[in-house]
């Protein structure tokens, strides 16, 4: 139930930030800050994150909101996948950040995997684009759109960056500890199944 309650307090939050940045009429102006008092609270309660943490957050989200977007790269060596250790949390990932401003995707995940693995690489094609409310990762804030890029190793020298510790491929049965929040066993096992099925199509939920 805290899932699906979290759910519909993001929905209230981003109600409340459209009207706030929209609306110039003060009642209507009143009524949006109840509303995202109230989301802010029922956050609170679902996450015990304090609302003070909470409205610090918000209040810098501005205008009409939408999912924010994670990529992600996707490094195979023969049957082993590029994987970063992560310094903020102690665990493993694929390598990728949020999307940023003024770069294509593909341009993102070559940035991404650079920085967090050293190694320069060559997107080469989609293979998924999933919400991530519909995976077992732990809840989170923000509505999250994940993108999956497979890319060709083209050089480079592995060498962990700013946020990450270690770097190494592992095969599909010697996993490290994975950072949920980032990544889930099942996608590594879908990512997987592209490598053995090249001809498979992109997924999207």
Same mark, same amino acid.
């Given at each position: ?8 307090? &993001? ?12 609306? +110039? ?12 008092? *109230?989301?802010? /609270? $029922?956050?609170?309660? *679902? ?14 989200? @501005? ?7 994670? *990529? &992600? ?9 590029? $994987? ?29 995997? &650079?920085? !967090? =693995?050293?190694?320069?690489?060559? #997107?080469?094609?989609?293979? =998924?684009?999933? +919400? ?7 809840? +989170?804030?923000?509505?999250?759109? @994940?993108?999956?890029?497979? %890319?060709? !190793?083209?050089?480079?020298? $592995?060498?962990?960056?700013? !946020? ?11 996993? #490290? ?8 066993? !099942?996608?590594?096992? $879908?990512?997987? +199944?592209? /490598? ?5 199509? =992109?997924? %999207?939920?």
């Amino acid at each position: 139930m805290g899932k699906k309650w979290l759910d519909i307090a &993001r929905q209230l939050q981003s109600i409340a930030q459209a009207g706030l940045t929209f609306s +110039d009429n003060k009642y209507d102006i009143d009524r949006y800050q109840q509303l995202r008092d *109230i989301s802010l /609270r $029922m956050i609170n309660e *679902i996450t015990d994150i304090k609302t003070e943490k909470l409205t610090r957050i918000f209040t810098g989200e @501005k205008g009409y909101q939408t999912p924010k977007v994670d *990529i &992600r790269g996707v490094v195979f060596r023969g049957e082993k996948i590029l $994987m970063v250790k992560e310094t903020v949390d102690g665990l493993w990932s694929v390598p990728g950040g949020w999307a940023d401003i003024g770069l294509t995707p593909f341009q993102v995940v070559t940035k991404e995997v &650079r920085e !967090e =693995a050293g190694l320069i690489v060559e #997107p080469v094609r989609l293979l =998924a684009l999933l +919400d991530k409310r519909s995976h077992a990762h732990p809840p +989170d804030l923000f509505h999250i759109y @994940k993108i999956f890029i497979l %890319c060709h !190793e083209k050089g480079g020298k $592995m060498k962990p960056g700013m !946020e990450t510790s270690h770097v190494a491929f592992y095969g599909i049965n010697e996993l #490290p500890p994975l950072s949920t929040t980032r990544i889930t066993e !099942e996608q590594i096992k $879908m990512l997987f +199944d592209f /490598r053995n099925h090249p001809e498979k199509s =992109a997924i %999207c939920d």
